[in-house]
C-alpha cells in the first residue's frame, strides 16, 4: 500500500505530489531524504584533522556508527559539546553535517540554530518554545533522519530548549513520525572550568591528556550545564531525564596543537614551508595558566588572524 503511495507520488506533479510525499512520510517513517552517511570519511576527517581531542574524536565516532548501524533505533542522538571556545566545536559539528548529508551544512535537513538570530529576546520564550516545536515537528514529517544543531546554547535562554524534551526521549510515535532517526547536536562553553580544571590536573601530575576518559567528566559536565544560570540547559528537565546520549567534553588546547591549526591554514594558502611563521603564531598567543601556561586561552580560533599579521 505505501509503496504505491510512493509510486503515484512520483508521477503526480509537483504541488499534488509534495502534499502525497509528506502523508507517505508521516505514516511510514521510511523518509530518508538525501541522507548518505560516509562513516569512513568521517573518522578518517575527525582524526585527521581534528587536533588534541581523543574524547571528541571517539565519543563522536563510535556513537554515530552505533546509531546508524540501528536501523529502528528506540530513541534519537542526542550529543552535547563542551568545552573552551576555540577548541574545535563546532569544526566537529559541520563535519557530522559534511559526513551525513552530500551538501553538508547546505543540505536543506540540517538545521542550524543561531541563539542571536532564532532566539534574540528573552522575553519572548513563550513564542519561541511553540515555534521551534512546529518547526521541529514539521522538519521531521518531512524528514525523518533531520540534523538539528543548537549553537551557543548558553546564549539561548533558558525554557526554551525543554519544549524539545517529547523529541528526545525513548517514547513510542509520537507526532506519527518516527522521531528517533533524528540526530541533535547542542553547543556550548558551559562546562570549560570543569573540563580546563581536569586537564591542568593531569598536566601537573605529569599524565597524558590521552589517559583523561570521558568517565572522569561526563557527571560533572552534566551538573555545570544544569546548575549554570548561562545555560540553555538551566534546571532542564532533558537534563534531569537524562536524555542526552553523551556529553562530549572538547579538551584546551596546547601549543602544539595551535601550531598544528596554523599549518593546516598555511598550507591552505600554498605557503606549507613558512615554519617560520608557524612558530610566530604559536608563540604570539596567550596561555593560561600563569604559571605553565599550558592552554590557549582562544584556542586556535584567532590562527587566521595571527597568520595575516606574521606572512
Ligand atoms: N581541535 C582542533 N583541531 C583542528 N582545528 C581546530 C581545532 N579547534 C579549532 N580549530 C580551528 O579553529 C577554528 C575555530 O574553531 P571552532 O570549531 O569554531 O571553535 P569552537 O569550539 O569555539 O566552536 C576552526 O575553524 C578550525 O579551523
Ligand atoms: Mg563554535
Request: hydrophobic share 40%; with cysteine.
Amino acid at each position: 500500500m505505501l509503496a504505491v503511495l510512493a509510486a503515484v507520488c512520483f508521477l503526480l506533479s509537483q504541488p499534488v505530489c509534495c502534499v502525497f510525499q509528506t502523508l507517505y512520510c508521516t505514516i511510514s517513517d521510511s523518509c530518508d531524504c538525501d541522507f548518505r552517511p560516509d562513516m569512513r570519511d568521517l573518522e578518517w576527517d575527525l582524526y585527521r584533522n581534528v587536533y588534541g581531542q581523543h574524547l571528541a574524536q571517539d565519543i563522536v565516532s563510535e556513537e554515530v556508527a552505533s546509531f546508524l548501524q540501528n536501523k529502528s533505533p528506540d530513541r534519537p542522538l542526542v550529543l552535547s559539546f563542551h568545552g573552551s571556545s576555540g577548541t574545535g566545536k563546532t569544526l566537529v559539528s559541520s563535519m557530522l553535517a559534511k559526513h551525513l548529508y552530500s551538501s553538508g551544512l547546505s543540505s536543506p535537513y540540517i538545521h542550524q540554530f543561531i541563539p542571536t538570530l532564532h532566539f534574540p529576546l528573552p522575553n519572548r520564550v513563550r513564542r519561541y518554545r511553540s515555534d521551534l516545536e512546529s518547526w521541529v515537528k514539521g522538519n521531521l514529517t518531512e524528514c525523518a533522519r533531520s540534523v538539528f544543531i543548537f549553537d551557543e546554547m548558553e546564549k539561548i535562554p533558558p525554557g526554551i530548549i525543554d519544549v524539545l524534551e517529547p523529541f528526545l526521549g525513548p517514547s513510542h510515535v509520537v507526532f506519527r513520525t518516527n522521531y528517533r532517526k533524528a540526530i541533535y547536536v547542542f553547543i556550548s562553553t558551559t562546562g570549560e572550568k570543569v573540563i580546563n580544571q581536569l586537564a591542568l590536573d593531569f598536566r601537573q601530575a605529569g599524565r597524558e591528556r590521552e589517559e583523561i576518559r570521558l568517565a572522569d567528566l561526563q557527571d560533572a559536565v552534566a551538573q555545570a550545564v544544569y546548575n549554570s544560570s548561562s545555560s540553555g540547559f538551566y534546571h532542564s528537565s532533558i537534563i534531569q531525564q537524562k536524555l542526552i546520549t553523551r556529553f562530549v567534553p572538547f579538551l584546551p588546547l596546547c601549543r602544539r596543537h595551535v601550531e598544528r591549526c596554523a599549518r593546516w591554514q598555511l598550507c591552505q594558502q600554498g605557503w606549507c614551508w613558512r615554519n617560520d611563521v608557524v612558530e610566530a603564531v604559536g608563540g604570539d598567543m596567550i596561555y593560561t595558566p600563569d604559571e605553565g601556561r599550558y592552554f590557549s586561552t582562544t584556542g586556535c580560533k584567532a590562527v587566521p588572524a595571527k597568520i595575516n599579521l606574521f606572512l
